[in-house]
Every structure is written in C-alpha cells, then in structure tokens.
C-alpha cells in the first residue's frame, strides 16, 4: 500500500467519523416556529382535509368515489371504470412517477416535505404533542421525569388524541372501498364484515406507530424515495441550501468583538432544532433532508435579530450559489422530457375516460372441434359471446357477421341480443356456411353489434375466424 | 447498536482471524425481536398443527386440522351454493330449463366437469366424437332424436344400435351395388334402380323406403339415416362395405368383423340432475333439437 492510498484511506476513516447515522435511538422534537413555510404547510397539510370528506359525497345513487372491489367497479363521480378499462390505471401511474421527478428536478422533495402523508400525520401529531406537554425541552423533561399522575394523564390524552386520528384514518381509508355511511352503522353495531375490521385495525396500527414513534425513520429506513432523489436532482434543482460562502467560518455573536471577521452564521444552531428530521441543512443536501423549509424560517428570524441580511438558508440551485445565471425551466432538457411524458399520459387518459366502450365484447372460437359437418353437408362453426354492459340500462341488439357472404347465424333468441345492465351471461352463436361459400381453410370475420333504438347508436365490432375443411 | 459511538471499544470474547476480532456486541434490537418471535412461532405452530413425525404417526395438533378436512370444507361450501341451483334444475322440464338462459348457462357450466369425467373419453372434450368409431355429438344428425328428452333418454339408459350382417344373406355384387346407392344417395344423387335393390334387400324395414333412417326409430335401433353427409362407421367405401357385409352389435365370437357401438347407461351412476345437465351441455354443442 502506497503513502498516497494510505493517506486517502485515513482521510476516509475521519470522514467516517463525522458522519452521523440517524437510527432513531432518540426521539427528535423539533421545536415549531411560525414562519412563511410553515404556512405553507399548513395550506398544503389542510388539502388532506379532502381525504377525510370525500367519502361522504354521494352522487344519483351511489357513492361519488367508490372502489368497489367484489363488482369489479371503480366510480369516480358519475364515471364508472370497469376491468377492462384499466389500462389507463398504467397511464396514471406514469403520470403520478413523472409528476415526481418533474417537480424533483424543478425544486427537490416538495411532496415530502409538504404533501407527504407521513409528513403531514407526523406534523399533526407532534402538533398535539407540543399542545400538551409543551415545547421540546418541557418534552424532554417530561420523558426524563418520574411517573407522576400529571405525566400520566398528559402521555394519556396525547395517545388517545393520536389513536383517534388513526381510528379516523383506518375507517376514512376503508370507507372509499365500501359504502361510507353503512360502513359507519356496521362498525357502530359491530357487524361490519372481518376484512373491514382487519382493513382499519392494519391502518390504526400502522398510523399509531409511523406517525407516532417511527416519524423520520420512515423517511430515512423505509421509503425509497430519498434513496433516489440524487439521481433527479441537478445543479438547477432548487433545493433549501445553506450558502457556506457567506456563512463561514461560523461562530457565536460576541459583544464589543469585532464580528467582520466572520461568516453570517452565527452558529446559534436553530435550524437543526427545527428540522423535523434532525438533520443539520449547513452540511448540504443529505438524505434526511425532506426539503420542508422549516430551516429556512428558523434562520431567517435569527438574521432579522441580528440585523443581517435574510436568505442565508434559502431555496436556491447549486448554480446559483456559484454565481451562474440559473437556465429558465422550459430550456432544461430534463424538465422538457418529463413535460413530454405527462403531456402523453395526460392525453392517454383524458382519450380513455372519454372513449370508454358502453359495452364489451368478447368472442371465443370454439377449438374442440374447430368446425362441424352438418348433415346437410355444411360446414357449422360454435362461438362463445361474452357481452357486458356497462351502462345503467337494458340494451337491445341486433347481431350480424360480415366478411364471409351467405353465412346464416343461429343463437337461441333469434339475431336479438338483450343485455341487462348488470351481469353477463355468456350464449353461444353458430355460424353456418356451405363449402362452396368458403374460399379457404380460415376465413376472417367480423362480429358487429348494433343497437337497435336509433336514437343513441353503439356498434361494437369484433374479429373473429370461421374455420372449415382443408380447401 | 447504533448506540454504540466506539463500536471497537467493548471486550472480546478472545477469538481472533487474521486480525479480526470477535467483539461481545449484542445483536441488533430487531434481530433479537424477530428472533424471539420467530421460537415463539414455532412452538404455538408445534401446538395447533401437525407437525412432529413419529414412528408411525403423527402429532394431530389441537385445531384438529387436516388438509382433507380442508378440502372437503371448500367443496360442502361450494356444494351449499350450487344447491338452489340444482334443485331448479331437478325441478324444471326440459323445456322450461332450456328456455332460462341463466339456469341453461348454469347446466352448462356444471356439466364440463361431469363430461369431461363420464363422457369425453369417447366423446372428446367437444363432443366431436372419433371418426368410425364414436358418433360425434357436436353435428346434427341423431340416431335416436336430438330433443332434450330424448338426449336424457340416451344418457340414462344407454343405447345399443344393431344391425344384421347382410354377408350370408346378400351376394358381394349385391352389397357393393348397395354400397354405390348409399354413397350416392349421401350425396343427393340416388337412382331409382339403386333405391330399388335397396328396398328388395330388405334395408328399408330399418332405414325406411327412401333411405332416411328413422323407420323403426320408436324400437330404438338406431338405423341411420343413408342419405345425409354424416356417416356414424366412416364415409369410405371400405368402411360402407364392413358396415353392410358384418353389420352393428353381432356376437363378435360369430362376427368377428362387426361393428360394436354400445353406449352404457348412466342411471344409477350419475344424479338425475347431472343428467340433465350433461343433456343441456350435449344439446348446445350445436346440433341440439
């Protein structure tokens, strides 16, 4: 081993042992500040209001957002989504996965640090905890103190406040798959069905202790996300930045010094007593870092007290930092990329939920035999119809077949199809040719299904095969 | 674990490799969790199941629980829905049951398994028979009628068609003569001389006096009709000429060239209601009356 890879090794080792790993072996309680960007989480943390309302909504007759998992029916108002249609399921998913990396690539976790579910129940819950057993450093005192009936009863409140919420969760998270208000009584009455009960009990418990005790480490051990944000940020991405040239060398604000010589920073270490995550933002971007701005408002109160200038925490680009002008956000070839993408997604959908079929069809050719010698000498072929209808109404049609001339249908209602709208009854349709009608071994055909009320027409064509002797 | 700021610090438990200590650290929290919770597991596991092998047996568990028992459990669940249904079915004539598109789709789906059970050796899965040997049922030509009833006739009772051996009675210009009128009269171009000897050789008892089959259809011989595109023994003239010279159902130890086609009876061994079902299944392969 070489001096140089030596020295390289031990300048490793140090650097090591300055790094901190947050496992959790202490409860981080953030002090809370009111600021800019906690209004904006605020704002952002009420949008989740919605989850709690929407179940509620009703729309003709059922509910407004309904996943109705046992009918294999998604209602999103007065839309309804079948099976068959969730393809668009794919377009969406795309869209939600580029939405991420578009606004990563623009200004870093915005959805995490202020839309994220874990971060808004966790916000909410050392909310509570800050109203009841006052700020962190009563909070430590209180985890160090004796039991007492005071501590007692405070710890009482705060987990039952807590398992409240999540009760409200669970039941607010099922009630989107089951009709909300029965699934009320139901639960009231203690008759609702055991998946109800293991759904919200899951829910409960995973609410209680992710947003309760597990907080920050969810963000750091569990979810994906800050694993791979270092791949979708760039020097353009607006992340909340400590600026170190204007910082450093930090140092204590002393009385009658001569403070010039130092930095801004005045190292009074509140933006690491704010950061829900306990992450200090002056070592630069990390993966605790939810880039909730909470820093950002700590350090800005300082600077205001100590008459400096505001903004040495701030939202701002690694170019910007090093003095370059920062690129408009649709000249970057990233954000151009993703615009692409969601713009197709976005066109995929809007043309699914506008084009979904009001009825599906499907044809089987029967393999076993493939083809029948009738007694006559013509050739019959058996099919297998499947039709569902997707509208609220009984639709009646007539069948017919093009592509092989002369062929007579045979079904057991005559060419006349009625389909209710719920349930399908799969029927069979024989098709009967001559062999003096059939050209050769497979015949391509197409099955076409059209209403017979001509004010609001359907047709619906399938391909299909009719398959005699060897020719 | 992570508690531990200078890992290295704590003692040894005095082995060493190569440099490398063997250190007193505990195993981390949730290693040790799941650890517990892993014997834990296993002992109420060992308690509720079965699960230790011994000599000749096994310990049973206290659930009692037994694959078996599963097993039959999902089919009682099963049996308990289609129940209504079957009683529908046992209920209803043939012709109310094909007439309800719902408890017809039903039949029909119940039947695929009692086929493909009782059935499709012979038949195929599709009906579609074996050539010569085995009477496609997918066609619509019948030996015996292709109504609902008599399907269910067919099933529950069995069918044994027969025919003489005409070798003794008919000379062999006489039988390939017959032969030439059957193959022509399938093909719509029967001569009056053909239908003549036809009738002379004494096959329209059976087969009728213009070939069509059915005569003595009531007595359940099964006489085919001659003069459709369906042949039950093979449409080749080797296979006419067997057919005429050794017949359907001789004593084979007399015969030993005749035809066998023998369809056992079902009663008894299959449910009525299955019958009826295998009968709707039957009738919508597509040749159905």
Redesign the interface.
Known sequence: MSEQDQKEIEALYTDAHHWHINAGDETIHAKRMSGRFRTYKWYAASLWLSFFILPYFRIEDHQAILFDIPHRQFHLGSLTIWPQDVWMLSLVLILLAITLFAVTAVAGRVWCGYFCFQTIWTDVFTWLEDKIEGNPIQRRKLEAAAWTVQKLSKKLVKHSLWILISILTGVTFTAYFTDAYQLWIDLVTIQAPLLAWVTIGFFIFFTYVFAGFMREQVCFWLCPYARIQSVMVDKDTELPTYDLARGEPRGKVKRGNDNNQRGDCIDCRLCVGVCPTGVDIREGMQEGCITCGMCIDACDSIMDKVNRPRGLIRYASQKELSGETLPPVFKRPRVITYSFILLLSIAGIIYGLTHIPPVELSVVHERQPLFTQMSNGSIQNRYTIKAVNKTPNKLTFRLHVTGLEGVTIKMPDGDIITLQPEGVIPFHVFLRATPAQLKKKKTKIHFILETMNTTDKIKIKKKSVFIGPKK | ???QNKPQQVPDTGYEWDGIRELTNPPPRWWMISFHASWIFCIVYFVLYPSIPLVTDHTKGILGWTQVKEFKEAVAENDAIKAPYLKQVAEMDGQALMAD??L??FAESSAKAIFGDSCAGCH?????GAPGLFP?L????WLYGGDFDTIVESITDGRQGSMPAHIDEIDDAGINKLADFVIAASEGKATPEGLAHFNESGCAGCHGENAAGGAINDLGSGAA?LT???WRFGNSREDILRTIRYGVNEDPDDVPNTRIAIMPAFDGKLSPEAIKMLAVKVH????GK
């Open positions: 674990m992570a508690k598109a719902g017809r789709n195929g899965s599709g009906g579609e496609n997918s066609d619509d030509a009709n459709d595109a369906i919508e392969f597509g040749g």
